[in-house]
């Protein structure tokens, strides 16, 4: 008489037999070659927010690419955006994601990368702005009233945090070193909306996709400050979005394997990429080093105006 413990022992021996071509399989794919080269790779980031939000936000992202890749990805939280630059340059950060003007200039300065993968807004266009802030019950309407005031800028490679504030002020005919009593360094985009908010600036560069999604509202829903205290009197052209980009001494099949396991995030792991952009981001999409030739042609013109202006 068959019984149902007879049932699961014969069926436990009718699959033996398929488990061995499957071990078989298994062990015909050895693991990558470089894998014992790298049994760590870096990825960090420019520093847009304090610490804890870096981790916070992008620690799905590293995960997901260990899993992926089969080696362990460490988060570098950098100090300032030449750390970067610099790490990418002594070879000790493998991946990086930057704002445009410091991999621009990381090209600039003959760091040998790639740019792999480009942020996108939720309707699919590739490009933010520039805004400078002013507090929402100040007198000032428009730039131009603000000489003799402090102007808080985020970094010297920040592409909407200084390079295209300067570009649209020296258009306004404004030397910024000369019109404004004190041009600071804030080194992030938080700090320049907190330096802004406790009155050490009077008016403040940042970055702003649309109205739902801005530096200022992602500070905004973590309770930093209210949204609605503040205001925007200037407005950038569209800027070409953030890239991330990889050493080009990785070996080709680790660089494939980086790029294909990051654009395919969005769709295999949605909420770990939600968490990245709250929500508010498109995927990322291929891009290549071309699509920043306007951002080194902005840098070398900043850089012409400091130049001048000593």
């Keep these: 008489m068959l019984t149902r413990r007879t049932m699961l022992g014969a069926a436990g021996l009718a699959a033996a037999p398929l488990a061995a071509p499957l071990r078989a399989a298994h062990a015909q794919s050895p693991a990558p070659a470089w894998r014992a080269q790298f ?98 019950d100040s007198p000032f309407q428009k730039v131009e009233d603000l000489r003799g005031k402090n102007l808080g800028l985020v970094d010297p490679n920040s592409t909407s945090g200084n390079n295209v504030p300067r570009f649209a002020l020296n258009k306004m005919g404004i030397n910024p070193d000369t019109f404004f009593a004190r041009v600071i360094y804030t080194g992030s985009h938080e700090n320049a909306v907190i330096a802004l908010q406790q009155g050490t600036v009077d008016m403040a560069a940042n970055w702003w996709n649309t109205p739902e999604e801005s530096n200022l509202q992602r500070m905004a829903r973590k309770g ?45 792991d949605p909420q770990g990429f939600n968490r990245i952009y709250e929500g508010k981001q498109g995927p990322w999409q291929p891009v290549d080093n071309a699509a920043y030739q306007p951002i080194i042609e902005l840098n070398r013109f900043v850089d012409n105006l400091r130049r001048r202006s000593q």
């Design 39 to 136: 049994p760590e790779l870096v990825f960090a980031i420019i520093p847009a927010e304090n610490a804890s939000g870096v981790v916070e936000r992008w620690s799905p992202f590293t995960d997901f690419l260990s899993r992926k890749l089969g080696t362990k990805v460490t988060l570098r939280i950098a100090n300032d955006y030449a750390a970067v630059i610099e790490g990418q340059r002594s070879g000790n950060i493998h991946i990086a994601s930057y704002g445009p003007s410091s991999f621009a200039r990381a090209l600039m300065t003959g760091v040998q990368i790639t740019a792999f993968a480009i942020e996108t807004n939720p309707d699919g266009t590739k490009g933010y702005h520039s805004v400078f802030y002013v507090k929402a």
């Design 224 to 268: 930093m400050v209210k949204a609605e205290d503040f205001r925007i009197i200037f407005k950038s052209d569209e800027i070409v979005n953030s890239p991330m980009a990889y050493l080009d001494s990785l070996p080709q099949a680790l660089r494939d394997a980086i790029r294909t396991a990051t654009l395919s995030m969005p769709q295999e």
